[in-house]
């Protein structure tokens, strides 16, 4: 309830789900690698948007191996996000990646299906270029 929206970094699982989620908050998400067609069809693999004065790219798979798959390199390279979301690994996992000058976030699992023991979600705040107040939030499954 604290958040202006929500993004939704994939395997979101349903359009029913996406369109509670959309109700409760404005949603921008991508599809996920179990997502089905007509999520595929509403939800595009990346996403890439501004959120006050900074760009945001987000997708599900962003990396493996400890590296940007090379997708996710190049609309690095073009597009020069501040700040990049992927899922999932279903790891909690935020850096900043000083090569490609971004904040890296995957914020984990918070669904009650999936392999993770805890579900975990990310929440920050932007003003302007300004990024502070970033929490992890997690509830026991």
């Not at 404005?26 to 007509?38: A, F, M, Q």
Request: glycine share 8%; net charge negative; aromatic share 12%.
């Amino acid at each position: 309830a604290e958040c202006d929206e929500v993004w939704h970094a994939g395997d979101i699982g349903s359009l029913e789900l996406a369109a509670e989620i959309a109700n409760f908050k404005p949603l921008r998400g991508v599809h996920g690698n179990i997502d089905d067609y007509s999520m595929r069809y509403s939800y595009p693999t990346f996403q890439c948007f501004e959120c006050e004065e900074r760009r945001v790219l987000l997708t599900h798979i962003g990396m493996q191996g400890g590296r940007y798959i090379p997708a996710v390199a190049e609309k690095i390279r073009s597009l020069k996000p501040d700040i990049f979301v992927c899922g999932h690994s279903h790891i909690l996992k935020i850096f900043y990646d000083q090569k490609f000058d971004l904040l890296n976030i995957n914020p984990g699992a918070c669904g009650l299906y999936g392999f993770h023991r805890v579900r975990t979600a990310v929440r920050f705040e932007i003003d302007g270029r300004d990024m502070r107040n970033l929490e992890v939030v997690d509830w026991k499954r």
